[in-house]
Protein backbone atom coordinates (compact mmCIF):
# COMPACT_ATOMS: atom_id res chain seq x y z
CA UNK A 1 0.00 0.00 0.00
CA UNK A 2 2.55 2.56 1.33
CA UNK A 3 4.77 1.61 -1.64
CA UNK A 4 1.91 2.07 -4.39
CA UNK A 5 1.01 5.39 -2.70
CA UNK A 6 4.57 6.07 -3.12
CA UNK A 7 4.82 5.14 -6.63
CA UNK A 8 2.11 7.07 -7.29
CA UNK A 9 3.26 10.20 -5.62
CA UNK A 10 6.38 9.85 -7.79
CA UNK A 11 4.34 9.35 -10.85
CA UNK A 12 2.38 12.53 -9.96
CA UNK A 13 5.64 14.31 -9.22
CA UNK A 14 7.41 13.45 -12.62
CA UNK A 15 4.31 14.75 -14.59
CA UNK A 16 3.91 17.96 -12.68
CA UNK A 17 7.95 18.17 -12.81
CA UNK A 18 7.67 17.69 -17.16
CA UNK A 19 4.96 20.12 -17.15
CA UNK A 20 6.59 22.63 -15.40
CA UNK A 21 9.68 22.09 -17.42
CA UNK A 22 7.45 22.94 -20.12
CA UNK A 23 8.15 20.15 -22.68
CA UNK A 24 4.12 19.75 -23.34
CA UNK A 25 4.02 24.13 -23.57
CA UNK A 26 3.94 24.95 -27.31
CA UNK A 27 7.10 27.60 -27.42
CA UNK A 28 8.71 29.45 -29.94
CA UNK A 29 5.45 30.18 -31.54
CA UNK A 30 5.34 32.54 -34.80
CA UNK A 31 4.03 33.33 -37.90
CA UNK A 32 4.69 33.94 -41.43
CA UNK A 33 3.21 35.17 -44.69
CA UNK A 34 2.91 31.73 -47.46
CA UNK A 35 2.67 31.51 -51.03
CA UNK A 36 -1.18 32.57 -51.04
CA UNK A 37 -3.63 35.48 -50.57
CA UNK A 38 -5.43 35.34 -47.51
CA UNK A 39 -3.11 32.94 -45.03
CA UNK A 40 -0.97 32.64 -42.49
CA UNK A 41 1.42 29.77 -41.42
CA UNK A 42 1.90 29.39 -37.88
CA UNK A 43 4.97 27.31 -36.66
CA UNK A 44 6.05 25.84 -32.94
CA UNK A 45 7.74 23.59 -31.27
CA UNK A 46 7.08 21.25 -28.03
CA UNK A 47 9.51 18.63 -26.94
CA UNK A 48 6.95 15.82 -26.39
CA UNK A 49 5.17 14.33 -29.35
CA UNK A 50 1.54 15.32 -28.94
CA UNK A 51 -1.40 16.05 -30.94
CA UNK A 52 -1.44 19.52 -31.18
CA UNK A 53 -3.99 22.52 -32.47
CA UNK A 54 -4.06 26.31 -33.90
CA UNK A 55 -7.42 28.08 -32.57
CA UNK A 56 -8.28 31.21 -34.29
CA UNK A 57 -11.17 33.55 -34.91
CA UNK A 58 -11.41 37.09 -36.47
CA UNK A 59 -11.92 40.05 -34.49
CA UNK A 60 -12.75 43.63 -34.41
CA UNK A 61 -14.15 43.62 -37.95
CA UNK A 62 -17.87 43.61 -39.59
CA UNK A 63 -20.07 40.57 -40.85
CA UNK A 64 -17.27 37.64 -40.36
CA UNK A 65 -18.45 34.74 -38.03
CA UNK A 66 -16.14 34.90 -35.23
CA UNK A 67 -16.70 31.22 -33.72
CA UNK A 68 -13.06 29.33 -33.33
CA UNK A 69 -11.73 27.69 -35.88
CA UNK A 70 -9.98 24.63 -35.15
CA UNK A 71 -6.76 23.20 -37.47
CA UNK A 72 -4.27 20.34 -36.39
CA UNK A 73 -0.76 21.39 -37.07
CA UNK A 74 1.43 19.07 -39.16
CA UNK A 75 4.41 17.80 -36.90
CA UNK A 76 7.91 17.11 -37.85
CA UNK A 77 10.63 15.97 -35.71
CA UNK A 78 13.75 17.73 -35.47
CA UNK A 79 17.14 16.09 -34.13
CA UNK A 80 18.84 19.89 -33.29
CA UNK A 81 21.74 18.52 -31.57
CA UNK A 82 25.26 18.11 -32.89
CA UNK A 83 26.92 16.36 -29.92
CA UNK A 84 23.98 15.03 -28.24
CA UNK A 85 20.32 13.80 -29.60
CA UNK A 86 18.34 15.98 -28.89
CA UNK A 87 14.89 15.72 -31.04
CA UNK A 88 11.89 18.54 -31.07
CA UNK A 89 8.90 18.82 -32.77
CA UNK A 90 8.27 21.11 -34.82
CA UNK A 91 4.74 22.01 -35.62
CA UNK A 92 2.97 24.23 -38.62
CA UNK A 93 -0.24 24.79 -40.04
CA UNK A 94 -1.62 27.28 -41.79
CA UNK A 95 -4.80 29.71 -41.29
CA UNK A 96 -6.70 30.01 -44.37
CA UNK A 97 -9.65 32.51 -45.33
CA UNK A 98 -8.39 35.33 -43.84
CA UNK A 99 -10.09 38.39 -44.17
CA UNK A 100 -7.65 41.47 -44.37
CA UNK A 101 -9.96 44.28 -43.16
CA UNK A 102 -9.82 41.45 -39.99
CA UNK A 103 -7.52 40.93 -37.33
CA UNK A 104 -7.19 37.57 -35.82
CA UNK A 105 -6.47 35.84 -32.45
CA UNK A 106 -5.32 32.69 -32.20
CA UNK A 107 -3.61 29.80 -29.34
CA UNK A 108 -1.65 27.00 -29.92
CA UNK A 109 -3.11 24.03 -27.66
CA UNK A 110 -2.50 20.36 -27.14
CA UNK A 111 -4.31 17.93 -24.60
CA UNK A 112 -2.24 19.03 -21.72
CA UNK A 113 -1.92 22.56 -21.69
CA UNK A 114 -2.40 25.83 -23.55
CA UNK A 115 -0.70 28.95 -24.83
CA UNK A 116 -1.46 32.72 -24.51
CA UNK A 117 -3.66 34.26 -27.39
CA UNK A 118 -1.77 36.31 -30.27
CA UNK A 119 -3.36 38.41 -32.16
CA UNK A 120 -2.21 39.63 -36.19
CA UNK A 121 -3.86 41.54 -39.16
CA UNK A 122 -5.96 39.51 -41.37
CA UNK A 123 -3.71 41.63 -43.81
CA UNK A 124 -1.72 39.11 -46.17
CA UNK A 125 -0.34 38.84 -49.88
CA UNK A 126 -2.51 40.69 -52.34
CA UNK A 127 -3.36 39.95 -55.92
CA UNK A 128 -4.88 43.19 -56.93
CA UNK A 129 -5.64 46.80 -55.52
CA UNK A 130 -6.95 48.58 -54.27
CA UNK A 131 -4.68 48.54 -51.36
CA UNK A 132 -5.21 49.67 -47.83
CA UNK A 133 -3.31 52.54 -47.78
CA UNK A 134 -5.42 55.07 -47.80
CA UNK A 135 -5.65 55.61 -44.16
CA UNK A 136 -1.71 55.16 -43.22
CA UNK A 137 1.29 53.60 -44.64
CA UNK A 138 1.76 50.13 -44.79
CA UNK A 139 4.59 49.46 -42.72
CA UNK A 140 7.59 46.77 -41.61
CA UNK A 141 10.49 46.30 -39.84
CA UNK A 142 13.65 45.10 -41.40
CA UNK A 143 16.70 44.78 -39.96
CA UNK A 144 19.67 41.96 -40.21
CA UNK A 145 22.62 40.59 -37.53
CA UNK A 146 20.57 39.65 -34.60
CA UNK A 147 21.49 37.40 -31.98
CA UNK A 148 20.37 37.27 -28.22
CA UNK A 149 23.47 37.91 -26.52
CA UNK A 150 24.42 41.87 -24.70
CA UNK A 151 24.62 43.94 -28.06
CA UNK A 152 21.24 42.30 -29.19
CA UNK A 153 19.24 44.06 -26.31
CA UNK A 154 18.50 47.55 -26.89
CA UNK A 155 17.06 46.59 -30.41
CA UNK A 156 15.01 43.97 -28.69
CA UNK A 157 13.78 46.08 -26.00
CA UNK A 158 12.82 48.84 -28.64
CA UNK A 159 11.10 46.41 -30.61
CA UNK A 160 9.23 44.64 -28.00
CA UNK A 161 8.25 47.70 -26.82
CA UNK A 162 7.06 48.54 -30.67
CA UNK A 163 4.89 45.32 -30.73
CA UNK A 164 2.71 46.91 -28.29
CA UNK A 165 1.18 49.62 -30.47
CA UNK A 166 0.59 47.48 -33.51
CA UNK A 167 1.48 50.50 -36.40
CA UNK A 168 3.25 47.67 -38.36
CA UNK A 169 2.68 44.55 -40.31
CA UNK A 170 5.57 42.42 -40.48
CA UNK A 171 8.90 41.94 -40.03
CA UNK A 172 12.02 40.68 -41.95
CA UNK A 173 15.07 39.20 -40.91
CA UNK A 174 17.80 39.95 -43.25
CA UNK A 175 20.00 37.28 -41.96
CA UNK A 176 22.06 36.26 -39.28
CA UNK A 177 19.96 35.48 -36.86
CA UNK A 178 20.52 34.24 -33.22
CA UNK A 179 23.95 33.37 -33.81
CA UNK A 180 23.85 31.01 -34.38
CA UNK A 181 19.89 29.17 -34.55
CA UNK A 182 22.79 25.73 -34.15
CA UNK A 183 24.79 26.43 -31.36
CA UNK A 184 25.05 24.22 -28.03
CA UNK A 185 22.66 21.39 -30.06
CA UNK A 186 20.60 24.42 -30.93
CA UNK A 187 19.74 25.86 -26.99
CA UNK A 188 20.35 29.24 -28.93
CA UNK A 189 18.48 28.91 -31.96
CA UNK A 190 15.46 27.92 -29.12
CA UNK A 191 16.33 30.82 -26.99
CA UNK A 192 16.13 32.94 -29.59
CA UNK A 193 12.86 32.47 -30.71
CA UNK A 194 11.52 32.45 -27.38
CA UNK A 195 12.86 36.00 -27.24
CA UNK A 196 11.34 37.29 -30.08
CA UNK A 197 8.18 34.95 -29.72
CA UNK A 198 5.93 38.53 -28.73
CA UNK A 199 6.88 39.63 -31.91
CA UNK A 200 6.97 37.30 -34.02
CA UNK A 201 3.53 35.40 -32.84
CA UNK A 202 2.12 38.67 -33.82
CA UNK A 203 3.30 39.91 -36.80
CA UNK A 204 4.42 37.87 -39.86
CA UNK A 205 8.34 37.00 -39.56
CA UNK A 206 9.90 36.80 -42.78
CA UNK A 207 13.51 35.44 -42.37
CA UNK A 208 16.50 35.32 -44.86
CA UNK A 209 19.55 32.88 -45.02
CA UNK A 210 22.65 34.63 -43.64
CA UNK A 211 25.87 32.82 -43.42
CA UNK A 212 25.58 32.10 -39.83
CA UNK A 213 22.76 29.81 -40.84
CA UNK A 214 24.90 27.26 -42.99
CA UNK A 215 26.05 24.45 -40.39
CA UNK A 216 25.09 21.24 -42.22
CA UNK A 217 23.64 22.56 -45.18
CA UNK A 218 21.48 24.96 -43.31
CA UNK A 219 19.59 22.63 -41.92
CA UNK A 220 18.13 24.93 -39.08
CA UNK A 221 17.58 28.05 -40.83
CA UNK A 222 15.54 25.42 -43.63
CA UNK A 223 13.45 23.44 -40.78
CA UNK A 224 12.89 25.80 -38.51
CA UNK A 225 11.66 28.71 -40.92
CA UNK A 226 8.71 28.00 -43.41
CA UNK A 227 8.73 30.32 -45.78
CA UNK A 228 6.69 30.99 -49.00
CA UNK A 229 7.23 27.90 -51.45
CA UNK A 230 7.70 28.17 -54.57
CA UNK A 231 8.76 25.64 -57.94
CA UNK A 232 12.14 26.46 -58.00
CA UNK A 233 13.11 26.44 -53.81
CA UNK A 234 11.40 24.00 -53.03
CA UNK A 235 10.41 24.73 -49.96
CA UNK A 236 13.89 25.61 -48.53
CA UNK A 237 12.63 29.16 -47.89
CA UNK A 238 16.25 30.46 -49.71
CA UNK A 239 14.83 32.64 -52.15
CA UNK A 240 11.18 33.71 -52.93
CA UNK A 241 8.83 36.59 -53.06
CA UNK A 242 4.89 38.31 -52.30
CA UNK A 243 3.32 41.30 -52.82
CA UNK A 244 2.28 43.91 -49.70
CA UNK A 245 1.01 46.94 -50.13
CA UNK A 246 2.05 48.18 -53.81
CA UNK A 247 5.17 46.50 -53.22
CA UNK A 248 6.35 43.44 -54.78
CA UNK A 249 8.88 41.78 -52.55
CA UNK A 250 11.81 39.77 -52.83
CA UNK A 251 14.08 37.72 -50.95
CA UNK A 252 16.98 36.36 -52.37
CA UNK A 253 20.11 34.51 -50.53
CA UNK A 254 23.36 35.54 -51.52
CA UNK A 255 24.79 32.58 -49.81
CA UNK A 256 24.74 30.19 -52.66
CA UNK A 257 27.25 32.81 -54.29
CA UNK A 258 30.13 32.37 -52.01
CA UNK A 259 29.92 28.68 -51.57
CA UNK A 260 31.45 26.43 -54.89
CA UNK A 261 29.32 23.80 -53.57
CA UNK A 262 25.90 25.62 -54.54
CA UNK A 263 27.02 26.46 -58.41
CA UNK A 264 23.51 24.36 -59.01
CA UNK A 265 21.51 26.09 -56.40
CA UNK A 266 22.86 29.78 -57.33
CA UNK A 267 22.41 29.23 -60.94
CA UNK A 268 18.10 27.71 -60.15
CA UNK A 269 18.03 31.20 -57.71
CA UNK A 270 19.28 33.26 -60.48
CA UNK A 271 17.10 31.90 -63.46
CA UNK A 272 14.61 32.26 -60.63
CA UNK A 273 14.99 35.86 -59.84
CA UNK A 274 15.04 37.14 -63.74
CA UNK A 275 11.60 35.28 -63.89
CA UNK A 276 10.58 36.40 -61.10
CA UNK A 277 10.85 39.87 -61.62
CA UNK A 278 9.94 39.49 -65.49
CA UNK A 279 6.55 38.81 -64.02
CA UNK A 280 6.58 41.12 -61.57
CA UNK A 281 7.18 43.99 -64.47
CA UNK A 282 3.99 42.95 -66.19
CA UNK A 283 2.03 43.67 -63.52
CA UNK A 284 3.91 46.75 -62.49
CA UNK A 285 0.79 48.88 -63.24
CA UNK A 286 -0.80 47.25 -59.95
CA UNK A 287 2.90 46.43 -58.04
CA UNK A 288 4.44 49.60 -58.94
CA UNK A 289 7.46 49.63 -56.15
CA UNK A 290 10.40 46.59 -56.04
CA UNK A 291 11.93 45.65 -52.74
CA UNK A 292 15.04 43.21 -53.23
CA UNK A 293 16.36 42.02 -49.40
CA UNK A 294 19.58 39.83 -48.60
CA UNK A 295 22.09 38.90 -46.81
CA UNK A 296 25.72 39.99 -47.98
CA UNK A 297 25.19 43.98 -49.69
CA UNK A 298 26.56 44.78 -52.97
CA UNK A 299 27.72 48.11 -51.76
CA UNK A 300 29.14 48.87 -48.72
CA UNK A 301 31.62 51.20 -46.94
CA UNK A 302 32.72 49.90 -43.80
CA UNK A 303 33.47 46.46 -43.43
CA UNK A 304 37.40 44.59 -44.72
CA UNK A 305 38.40 44.81 -48.48
CA UNK A 306 37.38 41.78 -48.74
CA UNK A 307 33.30 42.02 -47.25
CA UNK A 308 32.93 45.40 -49.22
CA UNK A 309 35.36 44.79 -51.63
CA UNK A 310 36.04 41.51 -54.32
CA UNK A 311 32.86 39.91 -52.49
CA UNK A 312 30.67 42.77 -53.05
CA UNK A 313 31.66 43.31 -56.42
CA UNK A 314 31.32 38.74 -57.06
CA UNK A 315 27.84 40.12 -56.11
CA UNK A 316 27.73 43.27 -58.35
CA UNK A 317 28.79 40.99 -61.58
CA UNK A 318 26.07 38.33 -61.04
CA UNK A 319 23.29 40.46 -59.83
CA UNK A 320 23.48 44.64 -60.19
CA UNK A 321 22.31 44.11 -64.39
CA UNK A 322 19.14 42.17 -63.01
CA UNK A 323 18.22 44.24 -60.86
CA UNK A 324 19.15 47.37 -62.58
CA UNK A 325 17.52 46.43 -65.98
CA UNK A 326 14.42 45.24 -64.12
CA UNK A 327 14.18 49.02 -62.61
CA UNK A 328 13.93 47.90 -58.62
CA UNK A 329 13.96 50.58 -56.10
CA UNK A 330 15.40 49.51 -53.39
CA UNK A 331 18.39 46.81 -52.24
CA UNK A 332 18.47 46.40 -48.71
CA UNK A 333 21.46 44.36 -47.41
CA UNK A 334 22.76 43.73 -43.77
CA UNK A 335 25.94 41.62 -42.82
CA UNK A 336 28.31 44.55 -42.08
CA UNK A 337 27.55 45.54 -38.58
CA UNK A 338 26.84 49.42 -38.87
CA UNK A 339 24.12 51.42 -40.75
CA UNK A 340 24.72 52.83 -44.28
CA UNK A 341 22.53 54.58 -46.83
CA UNK A 342 23.82 54.99 -50.12
CA UNK A 343 22.77 56.97 -53.02
CA UNK A 344 20.95 54.97 -56.33
CA UNK A 345 24.23 53.48 -57.35
CA UNK A 346 24.82 51.75 -60.95
CA UNK A 347 28.49 50.36 -61.70
CA UNK A 348 29.74 52.09 -58.46
CA UNK A 349 28.80 55.58 -59.63
CA UNK A 350 26.45 57.42 -58.17
CA UNK A 351 23.38 57.93 -60.69
CA UNK A 352 21.30 61.28 -60.52
CA UNK A 353 17.57 61.55 -60.13
CA UNK A 354 15.54 63.69 -61.18
CA UNK A 355 15.44 65.51 -57.85
CA UNK A 356 18.18 64.46 -54.90
CA UNK A 357 18.56 66.12 -51.83
CA UNK A 358 20.27 64.40 -48.54
CA UNK A 359 16.73 63.29 -48.14
CA UNK A 360 14.84 63.02 -51.00
CA UNK A 361 15.31 61.11 -54.69
CA UNK A 362 12.64 62.31 -56.90
CA UNK A 363 12.54 59.23 -59.92
CA UNK A 364 15.26 57.61 -59.35
CA UNK A 365 17.00 55.78 -62.03
CA UNK A 366 19.18 53.37 -60.48
CA UNK A 367 18.46 50.89 -57.24
CA UNK A 368 19.01 52.64 -53.63
CA UNK A 369 21.31 50.73 -51.66
CA UNK A 370 20.57 50.36 -47.64
CA UNK A 371 22.29 48.55 -45.56
CA UNK A 372 20.92 47.61 -41.94
CA UNK A 373 23.23 45.24 -40.15
CA UNK A 374 23.32 46.96 -37.32
CA UNK A 375 20.64 44.65 -34.87
CA UNK A 376 22.84 43.62 -32.45
CA UNK A 377 25.30 40.41 -33.35
CA UNK A 378 27.09 38.47 -31.14
CA UNK A 379 30.63 39.26 -32.51
CA UNK A 380 31.37 41.96 -30.67
CA UNK A 381 30.48 46.05 -30.99
CA UNK A 382 29.23 47.91 -34.45
CA UNK A 383 31.87 48.06 -37.36
CA UNK A 384 34.31 51.72 -36.94
CA UNK A 385 33.10 53.82 -39.78
CA UNK A 386 35.45 54.93 -41.98
CA UNK A 387 37.02 58.85 -41.78
CA UNK A 388 35.47 59.47 -45.38
CA UNK A 389 32.52 58.29 -47.26
CA UNK A 390 32.68 57.03 -51.01
CA UNK A 391 31.38 59.39 -53.71
CA UNK A 392 27.83 57.59 -53.11
CA UNK A 393 27.95 57.14 -49.34
CA UNK A 394 24.86 59.85 -47.86
CA UNK A 395 25.17 58.38 -44.55
CA UNK A 396 26.31 55.86 -41.81
CA UNK A 397 26.14 55.05 -38.10
CA UNK A 398 27.69 52.75 -35.95
CA UNK A 399 25.71 52.22 -33.18
CA UNK A 400 22.72 49.44 -32.60
CA UNK A 401 19.40 50.28 -34.33
CA UNK A 402 17.01 49.00 -36.82
CA UNK A 403 14.88 50.27 -40.11
CA UNK A 404 11.39 50.63 -40.74
CA UNK A 405 9.71 51.24 -44.35
CA UNK A 406 6.51 53.16 -45.11
CA UNK A 407 4.87 52.33 -48.02
CA UNK A 408 2.74 54.97 -48.43
CA UNK A 409 1.09 54.86 -51.64
CA UNK A 410 2.35 54.45 -55.63
CA UNK A 411 4.42 57.36 -55.32
CA UNK A 412 5.90 57.88 -51.89
CA UNK A 413 7.88 55.33 -49.57
CA UNK A 414 9.71 56.36 -46.35
CA UNK A 415 12.71 54.54 -45.31
CA UNK A 416 13.73 55.32 -41.65
CA UNK A 417 16.50 54.02 -39.24
CA UNK A 418 15.97 54.00 -36.01
CA UNK A 419 18.97 54.31 -33.16
CA UNK A 420 18.26 52.22 -30.27
CA UNK A 421 20.78 53.50 -28.40
CA UNK A 422 19.76 57.24 -28.87
CA UNK A 423 15.86 55.88 -28.81
CA UNK A 424 15.50 58.23 -31.81
CA UNK A 425 14.86 58.32 -35.67
CA UNK A 426 18.74 58.17 -36.76
CA UNK A 427 18.11 58.96 -40.64
CA UNK A 428 15.17 59.18 -43.23
CA UNK A 429 15.25 59.35 -46.95
CA UNK A 430 11.86 59.58 -49.07
CA UNK A 431 11.66 58.13 -52.46
CA UNK A 432 9.41 59.47 -54.96
CA UNK A 433 8.83 58.74 -57.91
CA UNK A 434 5.58 59.40 -60.63
CA UNK A 435 6.13 55.89 -62.67
CA UNK A 436 6.92 52.41 -62.43
CA UNK A 437 10.25 51.63 -64.08
CA UNK A 438 13.17 53.91 -64.59
CA UNK A 439 14.14 51.61 -67.07
C1 LIG B 1 22.33 17.33 -40.55
O1 LIG B 1 21.11 17.51 -41.27
C2 LIG B 1 20.41 16.33 -41.58
C3 LIG B 1 19.17 16.68 -42.37
O2 LIG B 1 19.40 17.68 -43.31
C4 LIG B 1 20.03 15.60 -40.29
O3 LIG B 1 19.41 14.39 -40.61
C5 LIG B 1 21.26 15.36 -39.45
O4 LIG B 1 20.87 14.85 -38.19
C6 LIG B 1 22.03 16.66 -39.22
N1 LIG B 1 23.25 16.36 -38.52
C7 LIG B 1 23.73 17.12 -37.55
C8 LIG B 1 25.00 16.65 -36.92
O5 LIG B 1 23.19 18.13 -37.20
C1 LIG C 1 21.22 20.34 -48.97
O1 LIG C 1 19.85 20.68 -48.95
C2 LIG C 1 19.24 20.76 -50.21
C3 LIG C 1 17.80 21.23 -50.00
O2 LIG C 1 17.77 22.60 -49.84
C4 LIG C 1 19.30 19.41 -50.90
O3 LIG C 1 18.72 19.52 -52.18
C5 LIG C 1 20.75 18.99 -51.00
O4 LIG C 1 20.81 17.69 -51.54
C6 LIG C 1 21.44 19.00 -49.65
N1 LIG C 1 22.85 18.75 -49.81
C7 LIG C 1 23.51 17.90 -49.06
C8 LIG C 1 24.97 17.78 -49.32
O5 LIG C 1 22.95 17.25 -48.17
C1 LIG D 1 34.14 52.58 -56.48
O1 LIG D 1 34.10 53.97 -56.27
C2 LIG D 1 34.78 54.41 -55.13
C3 LIG D 1 34.61 55.92 -55.02
O2 LIG D 1 33.27 56.23 -54.79
C4 LIG D 1 36.25 54.06 -55.20
O3 LIG D 1 36.88 54.42 -53.99
C5 LIG D 1 36.40 52.57 -55.45
O4 LIG D 1 37.75 52.24 -55.66
C6 LIG D 1 35.58 52.13 -56.64
N1 LIG D 1 35.64 50.70 -56.76
C7 LIG D 1 35.91 50.10 -57.90
C8 LIG D 1 35.96 48.62 -57.89
O5 LIG D 1 36.12 50.71 -58.92
C1 LIG E 1 0.93 59.47 -51.43
O1 LIG E 1 1.44 59.70 -50.11
C2 LIG E 1 2.06 60.96 -49.96
C3 LIG E 1 2.66 60.99 -48.57
O2 LIG E 1 1.71 60.83 -47.60
C4 LIG E 1 1.06 62.07 -50.19
O3 LIG E 1 1.70 63.32 -50.06
C5 LIG E 1 0.48 61.92 -51.59
O4 LIG E 1 -0.53 62.86 -51.79
C6 LIG E 1 -0.09 60.52 -51.78
N1 LIG E 1 -0.51 60.35 -53.16
C7 LIG E 1 -1.66 59.82 -53.49
C8 LIG E 1 -1.91 59.67 -54.96
O5 LIG E 1 -2.46 59.47 -52.65
FE1 LIG F 1 26.66 37.81 -41.94
Not at 189 to 213: C, V
Not at 310 to 332: K, P
Not at 412 to 434: F, P
Request: charged fraction near 20%; charge should be negative; hydrophobic fraction near 35%.
Amino acid sequence: MSNLFFLFQFILFLNLTLVNAGIYKPEQIRISWTENKGEMRVTWVSYISVDSFVVYRPVLCLGEDTTWKTIQGTSQTFNEGEIVVKFQYIYTAVMNNLNSECSYEYYIRNSITESEIYMFSGRTPETSPPYLETKRPLSMIVFGDLGIGTNAMAVKDILLQEAKLRNFLGIIHMGDIAYNLDQDDGTTGDGFLNIIQPLAANYAYMAIIGNHEGYNNSTHFRTRFKMPVNQDNQGSGYFYSFNIGPVHWIVISTEVYIDNTKKASAEIQTNWLKKDLEAANKNRENFPWIFVLTHHPLYCSTHSAVTCGSEAELYQSILEDILYENSIDIMLQAHVHSYERDKPIYKNLTVKSDYDDKHTHINAKAPLYILSGNAGNREGHNEPLPPTYKDWGVYMADDFGFGKLFVYNETHVLWTQYSATLMKVDDYVWLIKDQPRYN
